[in-house]
């Protein structure tokens, strides 16, 4: 992937929240925070412009001057901390961005004679806080504005966004939804736990609060668990699949990756299956 780095916006007053900290609030059981955090894992540096709070990853903090500037403020501060070409810029109220939408923003920013790209969403509106810009333009147009009005505190980022060339991408319908309202948020929380879904949404929770970054086939732990409920007994198949990742970790000296899961899985299976076959033979 390109190499860039990453600003993340997780300050302002949250007013329609009601005042509440906004980048705290759980969706699916993680913070939004950490849901976007989780979405550019591949930027070299991440800089988050907001009030210190435990993350899932490490990142690096600043705040805007004065706090409660407004974005172009917050976008000023973050990008003092970055020195890669591209940065990638994003709100910390976004749930459903993945990395396929980054990517997408990464690829069309980096065609000649564009200074970025950002996203549009599913009703044509720009979405400056969900983009890609190309460092250079990106702090000499911050720079002109700040002389020409004796500061970013205040600025909408209209004034930013009209002087650089900047590609669109239409990305998924959820990529740029954003939680401004607890309707919002109860709209996304429901969302996640939509058929198709919320397997995903549900194993991606748990590896961020155990702190595995392990991926493996679901697919293969699921025939398993199935082969062992069905075959010896319901409660073998969560037992099971724990002894399998037991034993997956311990073949690894502690670090078992995918393959020794998956071998771990392949013989208990077959046990499951042999034990089957014991039950229906005379």
């Not at 500037?69 to 976008?75: F, I, S, T, V, Y």
């Not at 950002?118 to 000499?140: F, K, S």
């Not at 990529?175 to 919002?184: L, Q, Y």
């Not at 071998?263 to 034990?275: D, F, T, V």
Request: hydrophobic letters at 45%.
């Amino acid at each position: 992937m390109t190499a860039y780095d990453a600003i993340v916006l997780a300050g302002g007053a949250a007013k329609r929240l009601g005042g509440a900290d906004k980048p705290a609030v759980r969706v699916g059981g993680r913070p939004l925070l950490d849901r976007v955090l989780g979405a550019c894992t591949d930027a070299a540096t991440t800089v988050v412009v907001g009030g210190r709070r435990p993350t899932t990853r490490a990142v690096t903090w600043t705040r805007e001057e004065p706090q409660g500037g407004g974005p172009l403020a917050a976008l000023g501060a973050g990008v003092r901390h970055t020195s890669a070409e591209r940065v990638l810029v994003l709100s910390a109220d976004l749930p459903f961005l993945g990395e396929s939408t980054v990517e997408a923003l990464l690829a069309a920013a980096g065609h000649r004679g564009r200074d970025g790209a950002l996203c549009v969403d599913q009703d044509g509106r720009d979405q400056p806080l969900v983009a890609v810009y190309r460092a250079e333009p990106l702090r000499r147009e911050l720079a002109l504005l700040a002389t020409e009005h004796g500061g970013l505190a205040g600025l909408p980022l209209r004034l930013l966004t009209h002087e650089l060339g900047l590609a669109r991408v239409e990305a998924g319908p959820l990529a740029s939804f954003d939680c401004d309202t607890w309707e919002d948020i109860a709209t996304a929380r429901a969302r996640i736990r939509e058929h198709g879904t919320v397997l995903d949404e549900w194993i991606t929770a748990v590896k961020n609060e155990l702190g595995i970054e392990l991926d493996v086939d679901t697919g293969v732990l699921l025939d398993l668990a199935r082969d062992a409920a069905h075959g010896v007994a319901r409660p073998a198949a969560p037992l099971t699949t724990f002894l399998v990742g037991y034993a997956a970790a311990k073949a690894g000296d502690g670090g078992g990756g995918p393959e020794a899961v998956a071998e771990a899985a392949r013989k208990a299976a077959a046990l499951a299956l042999r034990w089957a076959d014991e039950a229906e033979t005379p």
